[in-house]
C-alpha cells in the first residue's frame, strides 16, 4: 500500500473547534496531520444553515491554516465561502413570482389556488444523529473522493463510517474517528423502557468498512475491539498544548463551567446547581460560577452567583481566573474534553467518577464525588486551602504533560498511517 501523504476526513458533525468537544477533537487531529506533514482536507457534509445563508462566509482563524475545509455546494476562494445557490435560488423565486402575477393580472394565466393544509398533518421529522450516510452523502463523497485522490480517508464516528465503502475508498487507508462508543452512548441517553437510537450489533456493522478504528481513551478501544475484531484499534485521546509554567492558587473564589448545550452537559450541570451550588454559597457565600459554553442556552435564568457568558473567543483568561473547575456530569461516555482540558490549563479539578472511566490518568489528580454534600465539601475545601487548590492544581498538570501531549496522543494514530511521532 502507498505511503499515507494525503488524507481525507469526511464528517456530518461541526469540524469548528468552538462549536463543541467534538468539534474540537475532530479539528485538533486534522491540525495534527497537518502539523506533521500530511495534507488534510476536510468535507463537511452538513454546514450550519446561519453559515449557508450568510451567502459569503469567512472561516474564522480559529481554524487550523493548514487544513482546508470543504463545503458541498460552496465555492472556496481562501477563507471565504461562496454559496451561489443561496443568491440564486431567491432571486429565482422572486423574479418568476413577479412574472405570474404580471400574467395573471393581464389574465393570461389562470390565478393558483393553495388548498388549506389537512388537518393534524406534521412536519416530517429530521433524521436522528446518529443516522449513517443517505444516497446524496454517499453520492458527495464519491465525487469530492474521486476529485481528492487521498491516501487514506476517516470517517467521523460510527455511523458515517459507510462512506468508507464507497468504491473510491477502495485501496486507501480506511480509518473511522470514533468519539466514543455509539450505542453505549444511546443507551445512556434513553429512558430503560425506551429503545436505544443504536443497538451494537447495528455499531459493530457499520465499523465492518474501517480498516482501523480510532478510539479516545483505553477504555472505548477494549469495546471497539470486540466489536469489530478484525480492525487495528488505535488509542487517540483529543492533545492538548499543556500549560508550560506551573500553576498557581486563585484568590478570588471562582469556579469554572464549560460546556456546549448536549443533553449530558444540561443534566449535569442543572444537578450542580439545584444540590450543589447552595451547599457552596452556603460554605463560601462570596463564591462565584461562570459558565462558558452555549450551554447558556438551556438556562434563561441564573441563580445568584451564576453568570452565563455564552460562547466566549479564548477560554485562557477564564480557566487562568478559576480557582476550581467543576464538571459534574452524571452521565458521559469516551474522554471527557472539558475535563482534559481543564487538567491541561493545569487548574483544580471536582468532577463526578462517571468522567473518570475515560480518563483513568486522571484518578489521582482531581476530587471525585456524585453526592451533592461531598461535591461541595471538596469544592470550598479547595477554595478555603490554596496549598491544597496548588497541589491539586500541579497534579492535574503533571497528569496533562505525561497523557495528553500531541507527541503521546498522535504517536499510534502516526504508525497506524504509517508514519513515525517525529515525521
Known amino acids: 500500500m502507498r505511503p499515507v501523504r494525503r488524507v481525507a476526513i469526511v464528517t456530518r458533525h461541526t469540524p469548528l473547534p468552538w462549536d463543541d468537544g467534538a468539534g474540537s477533537y475532530l479539528h485538533d487531529l486534522a491540525a495534527g496531520l497537518a502539523a506533521r506533514g500530511f495534507r488534510v482536507e476536510v468535507l463537511w457534509l452538513e454546514p450550519h444553515e ?5 451567502r459569503v462566509w469567512r472561516l474564522p482563524a480559529a ?10 455546494g460552496a465555492w472556496r476562494i481562501g477563507r471565504r465561502y461562496f454559496f451561489p445557490l443561496v443568491i440564486w435560488l431567491p432571486w429565482k423565486a422572486r423574479s418568476l413570482h413577479l412574472v405570474r402575477r404580471s400574467l395573471e393580472a393581464l389574465r393570461l394565466l389562470r390565478p393558483r389556488s393553495h388548498p388549506a393544509p389537512k388537518p393534524g398533518a406534521e412536519a416530517t421529522p429530521g433524521r436522528p444523529w446518529m443516522s449513517p450516510p443517505n444516497t446524496t452523502e454517499l453520492a458527495t463523497t464519491s465525487r469530492w473522493l474521486r476529485r481528492q485522490r487521498p491516501d487514506a480517508v476517516i470517517a467521523s464516528y460510527a455511523w458515517l463510517a459507510p462512506v468508507l465503502a464507497v468504491p473510491e475508498a477502495r485501496g486507501l487507508r ?10 453505549r452512548r444511546a443507551q445512556l ?17 457499520w465499523l465492518q468498512s474501517a480498516d482501523t478504528l480510532i478510539a479516545i481513551s483505553p477504555a472505548d478501544a477494549r469495546e471497539l475491539q470486540a466489536l469489530s475484531p478484525r480492525a487495528q484499534v488505535v488509542v487517540t485521546p483529543k ?4 500549560a508550560a509554567t506551573e500553576s498557581r492558587a486563585t ?7 464549560v460546556g456546549s448545550g448536549n443533553a449530558f452537559n444540561v443534566e449535569g ?21 461562570q459558565v462558558c459554553g452555549s450551554i447558556a442556552a438551556a438556562f434563561p435564568a441564573a441563580p445568584a452567583g451564576v453568570t452565563f457568558l455564552g460562547g466566549v473567543p479564548d477560554l485562557a483568561p477564564h480557566y487562568a481566573s478559576a480557582a476550581v473547575v467543576v464538571v459534574p456530569l452524571l452521565r458521559a461516555t469516551g474522554l471527557n474534553i472539558k475535563l482534559a482540558e481543564a487538567a491541561a490549563y493545569g487548574r483544580a479539578i471536582v468532577t463526578t467518577p462517571v468522567t473518570l472511566e475515560g480518563a483513568p490518568f486522571l484518578r489521582d489528580a482531581v476530587r471525585s464525588t456524585d453526592q451533592p454534600a461531598d461535591f461541595a465539601a471538596a469544592v470550598n475545601q479547595l477554595l478555603g486551602d490554596r ?7 500541579a497534579r492535574s498538570l503533571a497528569a496533562a504533560r505525561r497523557h495528553l501531549s500531541p507527541e503521546a496522543c498522535y504517536g499510534p494514530l502516526l504508525a497506524a498511517l504509517g508514519a513515525s511521532a517525529t515525521s
Open 50 to 54: 446561519p453559515i449557508r445563508w450568510q
Open 63 to 72: 481554524f487550523s491554516a493548514n487544513v482546508t475545509l470543504h463545503l458541498p
Open 174 to 183: 480506511r480509518l473511522c474517528l470514533t468519539h466514543d462508543v455509539a450505542w
Open 189 to 205: 441517553a434513553v429512558a430503560r423502557a425506551d429503545p436505544a437510537e443504536v443497538t451494537a450489533a447495528q455499531e459493530a456493522g
Open 239 to 242: 492533545a492538548f498544548v499543556v
Open 251 to 257: 484568590p478570588a473564589p471562582r469556579l469554572l463551567f
Open 269 to 289: 450541570l442543572r444537578w450542580f446547581l439545584e444540590k450543589v451550588w447552595p451547599l457552596v454559597r452556603a460554605g463560601v457565600p462570596e463564591a462565584t460560577l
Open 387 to 393: 496549598d491544597a487548590q496548588a497541589a491539586a492544581a
